[in-house]
């Protein structure tokens, strides 16, 4: 949107007034590929339908990436299609160029090339006196392990091109915000290394790669100073941030919590968190930085996807109930209080009742705060697609088991909500509720944006009203399975 509107596009998000189209797309699971789907076709007919004003249809993201040819092929109304990797070409296939860049301005493209020189520039932010910050320059040796083993390799796709994205964008990227105006996400990180044999995101997104840390610092600064006070930075996996550009300290990776100490500091900043954690990869370090911020959000979201070691191991990510209940119990420890997420995957291929109930057995044991429960989706180009196909569990079977973890979760996460009760919080503000007129809601730093429970006010104490974006001190005084309701105080 930034690019568009730099080379002159006026943006709306109104179909019947754009003359061009652009659908965004995601193709990680069969539902999100469908979504997207409709939504092409949706606005296909829209364009034959649409009195010519709609001139040029454009699909965007990783629907691209899977079935770059199939979609035009397939769909004769899309004029072009833009992978993740090749943003610049929304200008090309919108017909559009850039016209207000000055001569002098860097490209707004980072592509891996300029690791090396960039790696070197981090110098200038070490964080940690006293500790050694070591800079090397090479690439995640576990990536490159995995790029020999085929892990990214698309040669069973159909329409797809081999070339993996390269793209990382920068503090340089002109850049649109679409969420409300205290909150903004950054990236940090593209693509992922990791193994998970359910998983097709290695080979959507390409090789993990980290931007430049000072990069992400400046964009931070720029959106505090837009009014941003709450700051999600996100990746596939977050906690591999900087062991690509070598950001280690005393011989450690330390990459994330370097990042999250400069992040930390800026002034003007309330809120930062990270989505996601890999498991193993939650060290000392981590928890002791976000200990030791206060602007850092009490909050881990480390998706765990089961517990019984027969399945995680077939799922290539390894564990067990009991590593991630002494990870629970470190982080628990090291930051009193810590509000947890995870995910869980349910029906994996060869998941039996026995390994179901030790995953149960888990939740119970582990009362992680806010937990997502998902089926499984057998997805062409992922390893566990190519298990025995007697070992693939019912869909019956799954929905099930998804009930059945979620119900038992909604008894834990009612508890711990009751546990809320009495205390006095930060909640920001964020509009009328979506549910009634007669209700606002509202985050606590233990809420991330959309995906966690609300907090619903009832009552604005000595406002009149309330203004969306803004941070009030409120009591906690009710509570529910997944929500709880704040009177405002101050
Ligand atoms: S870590 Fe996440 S993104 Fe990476 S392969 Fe595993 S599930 Fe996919």
């Known amino acids: 949107m930034g690019l568009l509107d730099r080379a002159g596009g006026q943006l709306t998000a109104r179909a019947e007034d754009a003359e061009i189209l652009v659908v965004n797309t ?29 001139r040029r249809l454009i699909v965007a993201g990783c629907l691209v990436e899977r079935y770059r040819d199939e979609i035009q092929r397939n769909i004769p109304e899309v004029d072009a299609v833009v992978g993740t990797g090749e943003l610049e070409a929304i200008l090309e296939a919108a017909g559009l160029t850039v016209v207000d860049a000055p001569a002098e301005e860097k490209s707004p493209f980072n592509i891996l090339v300029s690791r090396a020189a960039s790696a070197v520039h981090q110098h200038s932010h070490p964080s940690e006196v006293g500790t050694q910050l070591e800079i090397a320059q090479s690439s995640r040796a576990e990536g490159d392990l995995r790029e020999r083993q085929g892990r990214f390799s698309r040669a069973q796709w159909k329409g797809a091109t081999a070339a993996l994205p390269e793209y990382l964008y920068s503090d340089e990227t002109p850049r649109i915000r679409t969420t409300p105006r205290s909150s903004a996400y950054i990236k940090i990180a593209e693509g992922c290394d990791h193994p998970c044999s359910f998983c097709i995101i290695p080979q959507l997104r390409g090789k993990f790669r980290s931007r430049r840390l000072e990069s992400i610092v400046a964009e931070a600064e720029r959106l505090i100073a837009q009014g941003v006070r709450e700051i999600t930075l996100i990746g596939q996996d977050t906690t591999c941030y900087g062991e690509d550009l070598g950001l280690r300290i005393n011989g450690e990776p330390a990459g994330l919590a370097t990042l999250l100490d400069a992040v930390a500091v800026l002034p003007g900043l309330k809120w930062l968190r990270f989505l996601y954690a890999y498991p193993n990869k939650v060290t000392t370090r981590l928890l002791e930085t976000i200990a030791r911020h206060e602007t850092i959000a009490k909050y881990l979201d480390v998706p765990l996807q089961h517990a019984s070691p027969s399945v995680l191991k077939r799922m290539k990510r390894g564990g067990t109930a009991e590593v991630f209940l002494r990870l629970i119990e470190k982080a628990r420890a090291i930051v009193p ?37 998902f089926c499984y ?8 697609f190519g298990l025995d196909a007697a ?60 995906i966690d429970g609300k907090v619903l006010i009832n009552d604005f104490g000595p406002h009149e009203a309330l203004v969306p974006g803004t941070f009030y001190r409120a009591e906690i005084t009710e509570s529910h399975e997944y929500d709880v309701v704040a009177r405002i105080i101050e």
């Open 391 to 450: 070992l693939k569990v019912p869909k019956r079977t799954i929905e099930a088991r998804r009930r059945r973890l979620m119900k038992l979760q909604q008894k834990i996460s009612a508890r711990a909500k009751a546990a809320w009760v009495g205390r006095e919080v930060d909640v920001l503000v964020e509009g009328e509720s979506d549910e009634t007129e007669l209700l606002w809601q509202g985050r606590t730093a233990l809420h991330a944006p959309e």
């Open 377 to 384: 989706s057998d997805e062409e180009g992922a390893a566990a």
């Open 337 to 373: 209080r810590i509000v947890l997420r995870s995910t869980f995957i349910v029906g994996f291929p060869g998941e039996t009742d026995a390994d179901f109930n030790e995953l149960c057995e888990f939740v119970a044991a582990a009362k992680i705060d806010w937990l997502g429960v």
């Open 26 to 54: 995601c193709s990680f699971i069969d539902s999100a590929k469908q979504e997207s789907v409709n939504a092409i076709l949706e606005m296909a007919q829209h364009k034959r339908e649409n009195g010519g004003k709609a």
